[in-house]
């Protein structure tokens, strides 16, 4: 079956702008997870969503970030004012929750000039 | 505060010969423990993880990792590395049910 997608693939723009970023899960995975990857950073984890509520956003580096999940489904990352640090790659997962796997999607390459 | 450590930022092994990357964790109890590989390019592949039991976790592509509870090691090997293998390697710790925490990856290089 498709797996994690992530859309756009890349996405340059300008600091101050604001942007959002899509996931779409693996169809049943009830949990989604956003990560940023960072060449000074490495791995980080951003926020966690069971359904549609968000129980862990403690990874979220500032209030120019937020995320939603509808439909228990579709994530969209939004980072508002970007800066030149927001620049990384922006990770998305799904699992059917509990201990299962995260299956990652291909990430969005997000260049703030 | 939890924390995952890979002491080696990049190893350089010859196609053929054995592998082995190092992880060690910090954590309060035994947390799960997982290792992706990521190929340039591309998203992040989970090769094993180790929830409990058997302390020895065979993975795909030949991989398999020894969890040591004294040691708090979840070390990767491999016997015969292939060129194939030329990747970035993480190492996570799972925390209960939801984030991963990742360590900052060894990359790999195989010569021929």
């Known amino acids: 079956g498709a797996g994690v997608s992530q859309s756009p693939s890349n996405k340059v723009t300008e600091k101050g702008k604001d942007v959002e970023l899509r996931c779409d899960p693996i169809?049943?995975?009830?949990?989604l997870y956003w990560y940023r990857q960072s060449l000074g950073q490495g791995l980080e984890f951003l926020i966690y969503?069971?359904?549609?509520?968000?129980?862990?956003k403690s990874g979220l580096p500032s209030d120019r970030f937020s995320a939603e999940r509808t439909g228990g489904s579709v994530s969209t990352l939004t980072i508002q004012r970007t800066q030149q640090e927001d620049s990384a790659v922006y990770l998305c997962?799904?699992?059917?929750?509990?201990?299962?796997?995260?299956?990652f999607g291909p990430g969005t390459r997000l260049t703030v000039t | 505060a939890q924390s995952v450590t890979q002491p080696d930022i990049h190893i350089t092994v010859s196609e053929g010969a054995s592998l082995e990357l190092r992880c060690n964790y910090s954590?309060?109890?035994?947390?799960?423990l997982f290792w992706y590989v990521q190929s340039p390019g591309q998203g992040l592949q989970l090769l094993l993880k180790?929830?409990?039991?058997?302390?020895l976790v065979q993975g795909i592509k030949g991989f398999e990792a020894e969890f040591k509870r004294s040691q708090s090691s979840f070390n990767l090997r491999k016997p015969s590395v292939h060129w194939s293998d030329a990747a970035e390697y993480f190492c996570?710790?799972?925390?209960?049910?939801?984030?991963?925490?990742f360590g900052t990856g060894t990359r790999l290089q195989v010569f021929p």
């Open positions: 997962a799904s699992s059917l929750g509990g201990s299962d796997e995260q299956y």
């Open positions: 169809s049943g995975h009830t949990a």
């Open positions: 969503f069971q359904g549609n509520s968000a129980p862990d």
């Open positions: 954590y309060g109890a035994t947390p799960y």
């Open positions: 180790y929830f409990s039991g058997d302390t």
């Open positions: 996570a710790v799972g925390l209960n049910t939801d984030k991963l925490i």
